[in-house]
Structures are given as structure tokens and as C-alpha cells.
T-cell receptor
Framework: NAGVTQTPKFQVLKTGQSMTLQCAQD?????MYWYRQDPGMGLRLIYY???????DKGEVPNGYNVSRLNKREFSLRLESAAPSQTSVYFC????????????FGQGTRLTVV | AQRVTQPEKLLSVFKGAPVELKCNYS??????LFWYVQYSRQRLQLLLR??SRESIKGFTADLNKGETSFHLKKPFAQEEDSAMYYC????????????FGKGTRLSVIA
């Protein structure tokens, strides 16, 4: 049981380049999330998808787009990368019901130069 | 609006000393509270949830609705407890995103 899998693990981009971060979960969870982790800022929600076919903005959505391709997959796209998007990105999923935990991927360390 | 406050960015304690990592929350409804731990450059993993009222790796956390707190405690710190700890708050529905505090880095000194 792989849980939540993210690719790639590391990426270096030049300013203005685009890329897509991939995320897949095999736990049949309805909800999936993208967070970014920055020193001193904790985890901030970028976008989330409460169910297949829906997406919603989180706290810091500017500069990002997402696609909920199917129930398993939720991708995050940077159309024109900026140095301010240098961060560690985590995908997570969560099942329905009360007090369910969120399961996290291993993270993508992105550097924009 | 939901908010989680972890007042300490860094907490350093000696091995064998008691540990308390503070977490306060703001939410008008019935909260779901969690503690996550992140060891160096690894993924976040669940440590505790308030509904379970269990002890994991010697850690406990009690929800105090009057003080809107969910502090994490351990009576005797171990070196392997050194990590980043995040308190997280959810709404009682399961499909909504968790809101995280900014985290506290615990450093246990031998």
C-alpha cells in the first residue's frame, strides 16, 4: 500500500519555466490537498479538491493551477515559475468522516532560480 | 475563521527533561485536533488525534475547550524526539482541509 506518492522529489527551474507536480493516492480518498512548506510559515494550503471534479482555492493560490484528473490523481501546475515559489510542496489526501487523518506524500523540493 | 497558534518556533530541552509544545486554536464549532511530526526531510506523519486520547511514543495531548488549547506533552524527552511538530485543526466533517500552525522545532540535547 503506497499511500500518497508525489513526483518529482526534486526540481530546479529557471524563472518563467513551467512544470507540473504529480500526486496520486491509492486509499480511495475523496479529498486531496496541495500545501507548501516554508521556514517559519508552516504549511499553507494552495488548493484542494473535496471530491472528484471539484477544486477550490486555499490560502495561497496565486501562481498555481490544479487538476483533479480522477479520484486518485491531483496535479499542481506552475505556469511561469518565480523565485517566490521556491518551497517544499506536499500533497495530502483525507478520507470522509469525522476525525480522519490526512496522509502526506514525501514532498517535492522545488528551487526556482 | 479557523486559526492555529504555536507560539514557540524552537524549543530546546535536555534529554530526560519534560517537554510541552503549546498549541492554541480558534474555531467556533466542534474542533478536530491533531499533532503531526516531521523528522528531518521526511513526510509529515500523524502523531496524535484528540479523539483517540492515547499515548504515542510517550506523548499525550489533552483538548481543553475552555482554554482552546491542545498542548503536546512528554514526561521524559529522548534524542529521537528531535523533529518538527505541527498542530492541526479540522472541522467536524472530514472533507475539509486541515489548518496547520507554523510548527515548533524540538531539539533534545544529550
Amino acid at each position: 500500500n503506497a499511500g500518497v506518492t508525489q513526483t518529482p522529489k526534486f526540481q530546479v527551474l529557471k524563472t518563467g519555466q513551467s512544470m507540473t507536480l504529480q500526486c496520486a493516492q491509492d486509499m480511495n480518498h475523496n479529498s486531496m490537498y496541495w500545501y507548501r512548506q516554508d521556514p517559519g510559515m508552516g504549511l499553507r494550503l494552495i488548493y484542494y479538491s473535496a471530491s472528484e471534479g471539484t477544486t477550490d482555492k486555499g490560502e495561497v493560490p496565486n501562481g498555481y493551477n490544479v487538476s483533479r484528473l480522477n479520484k486518485r490523481e491531483f496535479s499542481l501546475r506552475l505556469e511561469s515559475a518565480a523565485p517566490s515559489q521556491t518551497s517544499v510542496y506536499f500533497c495530502a489526501s483525507r478520507g470522509a468522516g469525522g476525525n480522519t487523518e490526512a496522509f502526506f506524500g514525501q514532498g517535492t523540493r522545488l528551487t526556482v532560480v | 475563521a479557523q486559526r492555529v497558534t504555536q507560539p514557540e518556533k524552537l524549543l530546546s530541552v535536555f534529554k530526560g527533561a519534560p517537554v510541552e509544545l503549546k498549541c492554541n486554536y480558534s474555531y467556533s464549532g466542534s474542533p478536530e485536533l491533531f499533532w503531526y511530526v516531521q523528522y528531518s526531510r521526511q513526510r509529515l506523519q500523524l502523531l496524535l488525534r484528540h479523539i483517540s486520547r492515547e499515548s504515542i511514543k510517550g506523548f499525550t495531548a489533552d483538548l481543553n475547550k475552555g482554554e482552546t488549547s491542545f498542548h503536546l506533552k512528554k514526561p521524559f524527552a529522548q534524542e529521537e524526539d528531535s523533529a518538527m511538530y505541527y498542530c492541526a485543526l479540522g472541522k467536524h466533517s472530514g472533507n475539509t482541509p486541515l489548518v496547520f500552525g507554523k510548527g515548533t522545532r524540538l531539539s533534545v540535547i544529550a
